[in-house]
Nanobody, 124 residues
Framework: QVQLVESGGGLVQAGGSLRLSCSAS????????MGWFRQAPGKEREFVAS????????YYADSVKGQFTISRDNAKNTVYLQMNSLKPEDTAVYYC?????????????????WGKGTLVTVSS
């Protein structure tokens, strides 16, 4: 089992930046593709970004391409999401997730392990 805990959310003004962290425990995540998803109020959860187990491949939703960057540090069992030029429409609960299959798929609709989420609020 993998336990995931997100941190780094908060309130930021439009145009600002935040870096989310996802710390894993219970098992090393070095062989797992990882992803970030988000769910805005009144909307369904959506895929944001993913990264292969080695970190060499990444994939982004069109809505965040060029704005967000996903990265990982397997030595620290941690995945990051750097979010720049934030907009009010980026307001959501952001979830970290891990796939138990080492095969990297790029875009994911679901993963096997989930954190509880961290709230990001972008004010205009």
């Amino acid at each position: 089992q993998v336990q995931l805990v997100e941190s780094g959310g908060g309130l930021v003004q439009a145009g600002g930046s935040l870096r989310l962290s996802c710390s894993a425990s219970g098992r090393t995540i070095s062989s797992y593709p990882m992803g970030w998803f988000r769910q805005a109020p009144g909307k369904e959860r959506e895929f944001v970004a993913s990264i292969s187990w080695g970190g060499g491949r990444t994939y982004y939703a069109d809505s965040v391409k060029g704005q967000f960057t996903i990265s990982r540090d397997n030595a620290k069992n941690t995945v990051y999401l750097q979010m720049n030029s934030l907009k009010p429409e980026d307001t959501a609960v952001y979830y970290c997730a891990a796939s138990s299959s080492p095969t990297y798929r790029g875009v994911y609709y679901d993963m096997d392990y989930w954190g509880k989420g961290t709230l990001v609020t972008v004010s205009s």
